[in-house]
């Protein structure tokens, strides 16, 4: 196979594209998927500053270096979690890259606000892989917000979102279905929220890490073993082997088709969140979910 | 493992229910899973005479024996597509299964409507599936509304309806998603149109029918090759091994939760089929589609 571009030998076969890449080649082509995703759902303003979360993992990595290379002011912010070993070698991984690109890192340290996970995960009997999602989007979106960054970047790629869609639509669950998107605009208590690798899969992200030379962690989090999203993604693999385009379709699908519908209900339903009688952040209930938790930690303590 | 109802060795378990029956106990199982979605989406009213569709296949022919048993009338329509060997053999197990149960049997040739699906096979380049579909369901609505049968029930299970639901739902089709379910109430130019075996699995039923010594075709229809249906079949039945329970939450929760929100915005897109200019049954273009069909495999025999 040659590559689309130089016509040299191909070292990326993409059949949901039905082309092949050089290993030169290759990255430019990931960088144009992240570009036309920001212009065409006008993800980013001239002049935005660009907060972006970074896990330590290749995705938020190579989102820092894409949206850095595509010329837009980046800054990360990664949350340390406090799991013994894992938790350090995803710190050090960010702060590695972002010093040897000279990029501004800020480390959030959840130990400090008295929520280290081992912690949590001790006192607190849902599962701990969203009581930890929760606390994270809290944090970034917090600390967005009080920083003044218009806007907050994640590594979320297509598989990601794909699982999270295919779970959401088993449960047929109308909160997710009528606002998962690649943007979430900015509202009272939100930063916007955008995704700009939501085209790109997992497999053609790794391997623009390797090709650019990311130095990032690759051992899962300890805690995630019973997760049912590594469930969706093999069957959704499996589909798409068969069935090359399926996972974009089904996504951009969603995006024109179905979305809106859920929305339109959604609006009819008319609930919208309100600030947290503690923090002032916006929950569903009187006490948002972070403040919740931070409480039920505290009681376990006395 | 031993029976749920009688403590004798199991031979057929479930997991999805997590439990399993002996051979005496098992059908009996299965024709209370039928009465249930009869009676929970009141399917059938007290005197209403039921116009089964069959083909030949495993399900058809065990919802003729579990609705004749549940005392209900029951009267069997059969659509000979003239297809070499295989409709054949077709006709032949729903004329031996109705003689050998003294229930009527009414066969439609699809030959004498000039509409023999090797024929239209050849004059139409959309994939034969769809059209031969759309045939069938065209003459089963048109005898019962005819025939005065207030009611059309088909065997479909709930690996059909599944695998239907998830094609609808990968292409979020608003028209499907707003009236997909086992219950279709009548409507001007439409019978009611019932499946009461949307709970059961393929497998649920294949053991039935052994059990039961059902003798029906097994051979699969030889035009069926590319179909997609039977990739998504797979790929639910590779979950529901994982996840056990994942199909019937998936639909269940789709008729809850799903169909409603698409059912409203239907409603206020408001469009309605109107009858057929030709042969007055409903469609949503000017001439319906089985008349589109008759008239182009027509116009190539001139």
Redo the contacts between chains.
């Keep these: 196979m040659k590559c689309r571009k130089c016509k040299a030998v191909a070292a990326v076969a993409l059949p949901s594209h039905n082309t092949a890449f050089c290993p030169d080649c290759y990255p430019v082509f990931v960088r144009s998927q992240v570009e036309r995703a920001i212009h065409r759902h006008k993800m980013i303003a001239p002049g935005d500053r660009v907060l972006v979360a970074v896990s330590g993992g290749k995705d938020s990595l190579a989102l820092t270096l894409l949206l850095h290379e595509l010329g837009h002011d980046v800054h990360g912010l990664h949350v340390d979690l406090d799991i013994p070993n894992s938790s350090t070698d995803a710190r050090a991984a960010c702060e590695g890259f972002f010093a040897k690109l000279g990029l501004p890192l800020t480390v959030i340290e959840l130990r400090r606000e008295g929520l280290a996970i081992p912690l949590v995960k001790s006192r607190i009997k849902r599962p701990i892989c969203s009581v930890c999602g929760k606390l994270k989007r809290y944090y970034f979106n917090k600390f967005a917000l009080e920083n003044d960054y218009p806007v907050l970047a994640t590594g979320h790629n297509l598989d990601d979102e794909v699982s999270r869609l295919f779970a959401n639509?088993?449960?047929?669950?109308?909160a997710y279905l009528s606002d998962q998107g690649p943007l979430l605009p900015a509202e009272s208590g939100f930063a916007r929220k955008i995704k700009p690798m939501y085209r790109l899969t997992e497999f053609e992200i790794a391997n623009f890490s390797f090709l650019r030379g990311i130095d990032h962690v690759i051992a899962g989090c300890p805690y995630s073993g019973k997760a049912?999203f590594p469930?969706y993604k093999g069957?959704w693999s499996?589909?798409e082997e068969?069935?090359p385009g399926?996972k974009v379709?089904?996504y951009e699908?969603?995006l024109?088709?179905?979305r809106p519908?859920?929305a339109?209900?959604s609006d009819?339903q008319g609930q919208l969140p309100t600030p947290c009688t503690e923090c002032g952040y916006p929950t569903s209930a009187e006490r948002c979910g972070v403040c919740r938790i931070k409480a039920m930690v505290a009681d376990d303590e006395k």
């Excluded at 639509?169 to 109308?174: A, Q």
């Design positions: 639509t088993i449960r047929w669950d109308h049912s469930i069957l499996g589909l068969r069935m399926a379709q089904f699908n969603f024109r088709e179905g519908v859920f339109a209900w009819q």
